[in-house]
């Protein structure tokens, strides 16, 4: 069960067309759990729906938090909400922050954002630059407008180490295949933006070579999956007796939830995994984003948010 913390907006920011940033203190005071960049919150609107935000400030602060929050036309609310209904000293409530998006030990890093996908490169660059490691980040916007963080990015690792490139300035078009032409053991790729940019980068990557080991990513929506159908089947709770039946296009979460059965959940998309659920017979049909090609093969837990059975009865425990 998610444990939340309460806390104030004690700023507020347009940081770009569609962008703004909030900074985040304890009510209670105090510190808020220490995180690593790549790491995202649970955010929980008055409305009672939660969404997940990459963590953009400082790795090392930890008296306050700050996310970046494109506001999407075409998203589920929530970003709508922190745009238009949420202003300083207003209350929210959070999880502790999470790591699906984690650094690697490398020797070097490569860094591509697209987009809001700025925000936990950002966090992963000023963490690079303290450290003194070595990296290179490429920033892609729609518009130098939309370019949220950029001279925070500038100033704080160098600008000598940041591309950008905007869509409407074709002579600043993006060559990604010559920058990951020569992948090597010690370098690292990491990525995160909408799902065409993330996938052209990732996709110019495993052609030229470049190890699955070596390319992490995170995801900000899920993207559509090839299900094996949308047939009815039946859950069985281990050690309960409890049955029970999951319609055709009714996700398994909501009839395990209708059933009485509480199961974490944040994004349910298959995204952050907040809902992995053991499984101990039976055969899903993952239809997530978040498990791994070699844990999907188990076959031993699934992501009921999203993803169905491939046999006519699963058996979760709980």
Not at 64 to 73: C, D, N, R, T
Not at 256 to 275: F, M, N, R, V, Y
């Amino acid at each position: 069960m998610t444990e939340w913390i309460k806390v104030r907006i004690t700023d507020r920011q347009v940081e770009a067309e569609g962008i703004v940033s909030f900074a985040l203190e304890p009510v209670a005071g105090g510190d808020l759990p220490r995180w690593q960049a790549g790491a995202h919150i649970d955010v929980r609107l008055p409305s009672g729906i939660v969404r997940q935000y990459s963590l953009c400030g400082p790795a090392e602060d930890t008296r306050s938090y700050q996310l970046g929050v494109l506001k999407e036309a075409a998203g589920r609310g929530g970003s709508e909400y922190l745009h238009s209904s949420l202003r300083q000293v207003d209350t929210l409530e959070i999880s502790a922050p999470r790591n699906l998006f984690a650094m690697a030990a490398q020797d070097r890093a490569i860094l591509f954002a697209g987009g809001i996908g700025v925000t936990p490169i950002m966090a992963m660059a000023e963490r690079l630059a303290l450290t003194g490691a070595e990296f290179e980040v490429h920033y892609c916007t729609r518009s130098q407008t939309r370019a949220a963080f950029r001279d925070r990015l500038e100033n704080a690792v160098g600008a000598g180490r940041i591309s950008c490139y905007f869509d409407d300035q074709p002579g600043l078009a993006l060559d990604a295949a010559s920058i990951l032409d020569r992948p090597e053991p010690g370098t690292h790729l990491y990525v995160c933006g909408p799902d065409g940019f993330m996938n052209h980068i990732l996709d110019t990557a495993r052609k030229a070579g470049w190890s699955p080991s070596n390319m992490h990513f995170e995801r900000f929506s899920a993207t559509p999956a090839q299900p094996g159908g949308d047939e009815p089947f039946t859950i069985v709770v281990e050690g309960t007796g409890q049955i029970i039946e999951v319609a055709a296009g009714q996700p398994a979460l909501q009839a395990l939830e209708d059933a009485g059965i509480d199961i974490p959940k944040s994004c349910e998309q298959g995204i952050c995994g907040t809902c992995l659920t053991d499984i101990v017979e039976g055969i899903p049909d993952h239809q997530d984003m978040f498990l791994s090609d070699a844990e999907k093969a188990a076959n031993d837990c699934f992501t009921p948010c999203c993803s169905r059975a491939l046999t006519p009865r699963l058996t979760i425990r709980i």
